[in-house]
């Protein structure tokens, strides 16, 4: 079918009538997302290729069928991604015909920044600092993102639009007030917005919402034998040879799944049998711990996403 | 606690739950914090690795000594924590097997106004907690007038800590009693008043033992099961267009938000402000063509026909177009620690149109607590005030009763882009020439049909003492032998009721005229021949009234003596006191009276009897044609 000529005989059945909330979330991004497009000057999708990027691009198809999504998508990838996640992402963007711009903090990754030796240097250098000078390179004065208010607390009080210095910085305090649907996007040079058109949805809709959608995700998410070791009570799959093995260490072959994708060494997976997108949801529902417990870089302190993000990051 | 609650919403089988938006709201230490924490943490929200950290940071910032703190699952800056406040609005979310829901916690303290506006203008529902020992304080009354003036109709009144009154039930009771009366004037639809005990779980999610003189539901199943009936879809179709999708060579959409209503292929619509008329095509997603979508539908409609359309209009159906105008009047919170400068450029935002306009007028200021009117120049953070806006063009709008969509609008600072201030409309200023009207079903023509007459106002001036209440009476007694329906509007009447709180100044005098104006234009809006008798000195203000209503149902009548006949006459004994100097301003003595230039009828009064010249006045009004 000729995605330009949308076809006009048989209308379409009554999507997610059993899931009402889902709709409501869907308009919502949805009105969101072409609030960017109407109202800002050079906007750009940030992905990261989780299930959190699947559902925003599925909702930025939706927004703008039967055209092409009016601007690019934006990877900062660290180097140290999983291989499967940019397979998955440059089959994304072939098959949706999608611009793809790649961005590496090049001088970090030459002096030899890891996440074995840097610990939180590594995240402020090959993410944050990857991230601002991508937006600065390319001049994109509205980010959108796949953060959501449910995933930790500093982003359960951030804006929808959310305004950022012209040196990226957030402040907390200083943030628009967002009314209604109403947003203000405007910024002066320089300045921006990073927009969070998922904020309202949480880890459990957005599963509901790929199965309902049958919405591509990363086979990572799907149980199988990956070889992997226990650290600190972590599995940490071994995805290449860079990865550090310390003494005793050797990698074995266990059933596990990943509830969120990030940088191998920092990612940990789940033990889980759970293959197709029922199980996962099933799974998920009766889970009893956040995403983010899987996230090696969030356990810091309290506070330390807020400072993260006053900093720049996303 | 039940396992598995958390497991929440199937999307097969069983009824579909659709989701309930609420803010909770109260005074500073109420528990706003502690009881979303407890919702959270008995619908299994909390995750175990989040019970972790709240067990770390309890014992690093919990106010509850060794106990777990769930405020500090809500209080997610670093300044908060640490002054152990709430400065901003969190959302959280839960769900149960029934419903889904979506809380805006928002803070007490009095300098956080704004984001209870925040809060509340996505809400369906508030809960406000008082303190059971404090009972209804000022921030409580001013909490739920600023939920009702955002639109919210359902509120439940939780009354925390009912454990540190050992659950008392008289002063439930009386606590109850206080709110109720207070609200009453709000408009709220539903009022629920629960005894609850955020921090030990009392009535918050199962009933509690401990209060048996209480019959009603626990917090939880009331969230669960009230009903906020979703009225958009009710209302007339109405979506402003946020972009125009052009695919390809010939696809052309327009892409929006429906704000009310619906929208069905086949459809007449109108593209407000322009005029044009078109039918709905399709409604296309990606799935294919819908065959209907309604309000809060993110759609992309295409037309019949090629027509001029862009961000910032208006698609309404064509039988029932929405109204437009480049003057409104409205409630304005100020968001920004620079006040308002009334006549300074701002942008207003109001559906997806931004136009450049200025609040010209600061009628008055609102004091929350007391909801009294308070005379001022400026608007500062956190105030409210009754405004008027003039915009550089006309936008389409409704009351923000009517539709939050089109009603509510931000001011933006053209200069720092910062969101300064967020309004509601009330009503257009006056009827602009160029636009249309909102057509009601039944007009004044139609009201005047009914009663064999055309609407008119009869607008008697002249000096005091000229004749014109007692040309006036005959008028109407005449007009009522002859079947017409009639309303006398009498300058000194009105005094007694509707201008009981005006003076002599001139700022009052203007001010009893323009009300008489308005009173006059409503009851001709209504069919009646209105017979208004008023001093009223000046051309300017004869020419606003004749401004509000329609050309042609303005009679202008001059009642003219000779000032020494009126003197001489003085039936209310007036000249003699401004002559002694107990009233000052007053016409014909130390005040100017404005002769008017071209009054449509001229009645001298000292040269032909009263009732003579009021059958003049009839056969003027028979001649127009307002009656047969």
């Known amino acids: ?125 090959m993410k944050t600092e990857a991230l601002k000078a991508a937006l600065r390179r390319h001049g994109f004065d509205a980010a959108f993102g796949g953060a959501r208010r449910d995933e930790e607390k500093s982003r359960a009080k951030e804006r929808i639009f959310s305004f950022r210095t012209a040196a990226q910085q957030w402040d ?51 149980a199988a034998l990956r070889p992997v070791v226990e650290r600190d009570g972590n599995l940490i799959m071994v995805d290449d040879e860079r990865m550090r093995m310390r003494p005793g260490e050797a990698p074995q072959h266990r059933m596990v799944r990943f509830r969120s994708l990030g940088c191998y060494p920092l990612t940990a997976a789940v033990e889980s049998t759970a293959q197709s997108l029922p199980e996962i949801v099933g799974e998920m529902a009766a889970s009893r711990t956040s995403e983010r417990a899987t996230r090696l870089i969030d356990k810091d302190e309290a506070d330390s996403m807020e400072r993260k993000k006053r900093e720049g990051y996303f | 606690m039940e396992p598995g609650l958390r497991s929440s919403i199937h999307l097969d089988g069983g009824a579909a739950p659709g989701q309930l938006r609420f803010l909770t709201c109260g005074s500073v230490d109420d528990g706003k914090s502690t009881l979303i924490g407890r919702l959270l943490f008995d619908t299994r929200g909390v995750l175990d690795d989040q019970l972790a950290t709240l067990r770390r940071d309890s014992r690093r910032y919990g106010s509850t000594g060794g106990e777990v703190d769930l405020s500090l699952l809500v209080d997610g800056l670093e300044a908060e924590r640490e002054q152990g406040i709430t400065i901003d609005v969190a959302y959280r979310f839960f769900a149960t097997s029934r419903r889904r829901f979506v809380v805006a916690d928002t803070p007490g303290h009095e300098q956080y106004t704004r984001n209870m506006a925040t809060g509340a203008s996505n809400a369906d529902l508030a809960v406000m907690l008082v303190d059971a020992r404090k009972g209804v304080l000022t921030q409580t009354r001013r909490h739920a007038f600023i939920a009702a003036l955002m639109g919210i109709r ?233 405004v008027e806006l003039r915009l550089q063009a006309p936008v389409v709008f409704e009351p923000y009763a009517e539709s939050r969509d089109l009603g509510g609008f931000i001011l933006i600072d053209r200069l720092t882009n910062a969101t300064v201030g967020v309004g509601m409309v009330d009503a257009a200023l006056h009827r602009a020439t160029d636009i249309t009207w909102q057509a009601l079903d039944v007009d004044r023509a139609a009201r005047g049909r009914l009663d064999g007459q055309r609407p008119a106002v009869l607008w008697f001036t002249g000096l005091s003492g000229a004749g014109k209440s007692t040309v006036a009476n005959l008028v109407e007694r005449r007009l009522h032998a002859l079947g017409r329906h009639t309303y006398v509007l009498d300058g000194d009447n009105l005094r007694h009721g509707l201008n009981r709180d005006l003076g002599f100044s001139e700022a009052d005098r203007a001010e009893n005229v323009r009300r008489a104006s308005e009173v006059a234009a409503l009851f001709a809006d209504a069919g009646l021949i209105v017979i208004a008798s008023l001093i009223s000195p000046y051309r300017s203000e004869r020419a606003r009234a004749r401004d509000r209503v329609p050309d042609g149902e303005f009679i202008e009548v001059f009642v003219d003596a000779p000032v020494d006949e009126c003197r001489r006459r003085d039936p209310k004994g007036l000249y003699k006191k401004a002559d002694a100097g107990l009233l000052r301003g007053f016409t014909g003595v130390d005040a100017p009276y404005e002769i008017p230039d071209a009054p449509e009828l001229h009645l001298r009064t000292a040269e032909a009897p009263p009732e003579d010249l009021a059958e003049h006045v009839v056969a003027e009004l028979r001649r127009r044609g307002v009656f047969a």
């Open chain 1, 1 to 125: 079918m000729n995605a330009l000529s949308p076809r006009t005989d048989a209308l379409a059945a009554p999507r997610l009538a059993a899931a009402p909330h889902l709709r409501q979330l869907e308009a919502e991004s949805i009105h969101i997302i072409r609030e960017v497009v109407a109202e800002c000057r050079n906007p750009v999708l940030l992905y990261s290729v989780g299930k959190d990027s699947s559902v925003l691009l599925h909702l930025i198809r939706r927004a703008f069928h039967p055209g092409r999504p009016p601007f690019p998508l934006l990877h900062i990838d660290t180097g140290w991604k999983f291989r499967e996640m940019i397979a998955f992402r440059d089959e994304t963007a072939r098959r949706y015909g999608l611009d793809l711009i790649v961005h590496t903090n090049e001088d970090a990754r030459a002096q030899g920044v890891n996440p074995f030796d840097h610990g939180a240097f590594y995240t402020h250098a």
């Open chain 1, 172 to 222: 907390p305090k200083e943030q628009r007030p967002e009314f209604w649907r109403l947003y203000n996007g405007r910024v002066a040079p320089g300045e921006g917005v990073r927009v969070f058109p998922l904020s309202n949805w949480t880890e459990l809709d957005i599963w509901h919402y790929v199965l309902a959608e049958d919405i591509p995700i990363v086979p990572l998410y799907r």
């Open chain 2, 154 to 386: 359902h509120i439940v009144l939780a009354v925390n800590k009912i454990d540190l009154t050992g659950f008392s039930e008289e002063r439930f009771e009386s606590i109850a009693a206080e709110f109720r009366a207070s609200a009453a004037v709000l408009g709220f639809r539903t009022m629920q008043v629960i005894p609850l005990s955020a921090r030990h779980g009392d009535n918050v999610v199962a009933s509690s033992a401990n209060t048996p003189w209480y019959a009603g539901p626990s917090l939880l199943s009331y969230l669960e099961s009230v009903m906020v009936e979703p009225e958009a879809l009710s209302r007339p179709f109405r979506m402003p267009v946020q972009w125009v999708n052009r695919s390809g060579l010939d696809f052309r959409g327009y892409s929006g938000t429906v704000a009310s209503g619906h929208a069905r292929p086949g459809q007449r619509i109108v593209v407000q402000p322009s005029g044009t008329e078109a039918e709905i095509l399709r409604i296309v997603t990606m799935d294919g063509s819908l065959p209907s979508a309604g309000a809060g539908d993110a759609v992309t409609l295409v037309l019949d026909r090629e027509i001029d359309a862009s961000r910032g209009d208006v698609l309404a159906a064509a039988d029932a177009p929405a109204a437009m105008a480049d003057a409104l009047s409205a409630r304005l919170i100020w968001l920004h620690d620079t006040p308002l400068a009334a006549g300074r450029e701002y942008l207003v935002k109001l559906g997806t149109r931004s136009v450049p306009g200025a609040v010209s007028r600061i009628r008055h200021r609102i004091d929350v607590s007391t909801r009294e009117a308070v005379p001022t120049d400026t608007l500062r953070l956190n105030d409210l005030g009754h």
